[in-house]
């Protein structure tokens, strides 16, 4: 899945994520924090920390799926600047029901601060996921 994602999601690819680990229920991904990244105050901006942990709930409720899992909320509280690069997102599962599933998700900084936390809930879609080979 790893693969197919950084060849298929441009915005994994512009923002330089890193998808480091993805199972069933559990995902880890890692953004540089470049000036790509930083907002006027030259800290982590809240829009590309709020797209990491998004992918890393992508992540892990896709992975190991026959079918899509596609967001329906999330909220998130930013908790401190990210200052020190690299930022980590992972997002473990909290209830995977029938269609519905819920995760956390936190956000820390290179310094191992926690910059966000994240509540994510997504619907598990009847849509076929694409076929992904192992090269």
């Known amino acids: 899945m790893e693969n197919y994602v950084a060849k298929h999601d441009k915005l994994v690819r512009h923002l330089q994520m890193n998808i480091e680990s993805a199972s069933r229920g559990y995902a ?17 901006h809240g829009g590309a920390i709020f797209s990491l942990a998004d992918v890393a709930f992508g992540a892990a409720a896709n992975a ?8 329906l909320s999330t909220t998130i509280e930013f908790l401190r ?3 020190v690069s690299p930022l980590t ?5 909290v209830r995977a029901g029938q ?3 819920t995760y956390d998700v936190e956000v820390f900084d290179g310094s191992g601060a926690l910059v966000a936390k994240c509540m994510s ?12 080979s192992p090269h």
Not at 89 to 93: F, I, K, L, N, S
Request: overall charge positive; charged content about 20%.
């Open 64 to 71: 190991g799926s026959e079918t899509g899992v596609v967001s």
């Open 81 to 83: 600047p990210g200052k």
């Open 99 to 101: 269609h519905i599933l």
């Open 28 to 44: 880890k991904v890692t953004m540089p924090i470049t000036e790509n990244h930083k907002n006027g105050m030259g800290m982590a």
């Open 121 to 132: 809930s997504g619907f598990l879609t009847d849509v076929p996921l694409p076929k992904v």
């Open 89 to 93: 997102a992972e997002a473990r599962v």
